[in-house]
């Protein structure tokens, strides 16, 4: 269980957030010297340099976003050019990419990030620039909207790079896309000119994960506990009915994979904090939830009601799950029911250990859990939890203090990862292991990285007094 330091706050970590904007800027440069585009984007370190695997087109984003987050934090020239340059340059494809359901990964860690920044100021006021940003968001929601699955009762999902059948619970941090394609105002076109509103389906793929990929502890079957969460629910196409959970890259359907886990807290913390600064006008007409399935039309208020509950209902499950099952650092080993767990002994009791031969662990699930934290806790003290709101901050911060310093954070020039210890696809092998070992460790992936330094420029707002949203735009 997390160790969690009820002392701590965000102007502690003052001298680690520096050395970690330091550092990033060296792996940054170096991952440019070295990149060559006809090899394919980056996606994790094999003996400490970037390598690439295909399987989907999901990281390119998180490249050059990680160029912009350290030009946000230190001002550095290069990494906005390179950053700025790569999405004009790389990224255009991926707007209208069909094949993938990871359009918020790529599009809002890259026009989402230029637009947030034009908007505070850190860049200076480029009409077209702007306007370019916005169509590409406003395209990419719509292009990730037109992946959908109908289920009765006002249900339905984005669907996987599966198929149709297939929703993955990564989804959930994606559909920040479907968000600002509709704060710009726009919508999807489907069959005879039907209009389809963006947020209808942002809050029905909502609702249909925190049914059927996060648990309550309610009986739904012999593996049920509150908060875990199954990467991909498995659903009959035919009749829309829910047929059993999956995972692609979990240990098995009845664990619980921990980056699946943390996009879940993060994704669900994210839309609560969009959803609930909407008016309940916002609301009327949204074939979604409860509410809407009742005989009357339900008001927008009740509506709101009903989705914000559930949503809050699946972050706070994900959450104390996480806390209760994670080490006391606050880093994850790669999934809750690995094997090898149980050759570690009371292995939550301690902190984790990223060198043991028997699971690894995934820095890349903390860094995200933790801004997940960070995001929960602030909503309920601004929603009238302030005692469940703290217990969530302090989480954040203890796991953030875990992951910028070593043995996590990566001080060595010649290693281009910023984050160690990440894990890409452990069932399928991916992850480089080192000469004599059986476990993966000392490696580092984009997503990780990014979610890093995106950890660390939230933690410097919180300490000045304020935060940011991928909405702030």
């Given at each position: ?44 370190t ?12 999901w ?8 160029a ?6 230190t ?20 707007l209208t990419?069909m094949g ?11 026009y989402?990030?230029l ?31 037109s992946?959908?699955t ?16 297939s ?15 509709h ?9 005879q000119?039907?209009?389809i ?6 809050v ?9 990929n ?6 739904r ?7 875990r ?15 059993c ?15 699946g ?41 009740e509506?709101?009601r ?21 080490p ?76 910028f ?23 399928n ?13 000392g490696?580092?992936?984009?997503w990780?990285?990014?979610h ?8 410097r ?13």
């Open positions: 269980m997390i160790s969690i330091d009820t002392r701590l706050e965000a102007t502690d970590l003052g001298g680690p957030l520096a050395r970690l904007f330091e550092l990033a800027g060296g792996k940054i440069a170096a991952i440019r010297r070295s990149w060559s585009r006809d090899r394919g984007t980056p996606v994790f094999v003996d400490g340099v970037y390598t690439s695997r295909g399987w989907t087109e990281t390119r984003g998180f490249l050059f976003g990680l912009l987050l350290h030009y946000e934090a001002g550095d020239g290069d990494s906005l050019a390179f950053g700025r340059g790569g999405t004009r340059s790389d990224m255009p494809p991926h990419h993938v359901h990871d359009h918020g990964f790529n599009s809002i860690s890259t989402g990030n637009l947030r920044l034009m908007e505070e100021g850190a860049l200076p006021e480029d009409r077209w620039e702007r306007e370019h940003c916005r169509l590409a968001l406003a395209v990419s929601g719509a292009v990730q909207a992946r959908w109908e289920l009765p009762g006002g249900l339905g999902y984005i669907y996987s790079f599966n198929g149709p059948h929703l993955f619970i990564d989804t959930i941090r994606t559909l920040r896309v479907l968000a600002l394609s704060v710009f105002g726009h919508f999807l076109m489907g069959e000119d039907r209009r509103n963006l947020l209808e389906r942002l029905r793929h909502g609702l249909t994960t925190a049914r059927y996060v648990y309550y502890g309610e009986g079957d012999a593996y049920d506990v509150r908060g969460v199954s990467h991909e629910s498995i659903f009959n196409t035919v009749s829309g009915s829910f047929r959970p999956s995972s692609q890259q979990g240990y098995s359907p009845f664990t619980t994979w921990t980056r886990l943390a996009w879940s807290v993060l994704g669900f913390a994210e839309q609560l904090e969009y959803l609930s600064s909407l008016p309940a006008d916002a609301f009327e007409g949204l074939s979604a939830g409860e509410a809407a399935s009742a005989d009357r039309d339900p008001s927008g208020e509506v709101r009903d989705v914000l509950e559930l949503f809050l209902r699946a972050a706070r499950a994900c959450a104390d799950f996480t806390i209760e099952q994670t006391t650092d606050g880093v994850p080993y790669w999934d809750t029911g690995a094997p090898g767990l149980a050759r570690l002994g009371e292995y939550l009791d301690r902190p984790a250990d990223p060198e043991n031969d028997e699971e690894p662990v995934d820095s890349s699930a903390a860094a995200i859990t933790a801004q997940g934290l960070l995001r929960l806790g602030a909503h309920l003290d601004r929603t009238g939890d302030p005692g469940g709101g703290e217990r969530y901050t302090r989480a954040g911060l203890t796991i953030a203090r875990s992951l310093r070593p043995p996590y954070l990566s001080e060595d020039e010649k290693h281009q990862g910023l984050l160690l210890h990440s894990i890409y696809h452990r069932p092998g991916w992850d480089h292991r080192q000469p004599g070992r059986s476990s993966p460790s490696e580092s992936c984009l990780g990285d990014y890093a330094l995106e950890l660390g420029v939230l933690i707002r919180i300490a000045a007094g304020g935060s940011f949203t991928f909405f702030d735009v």
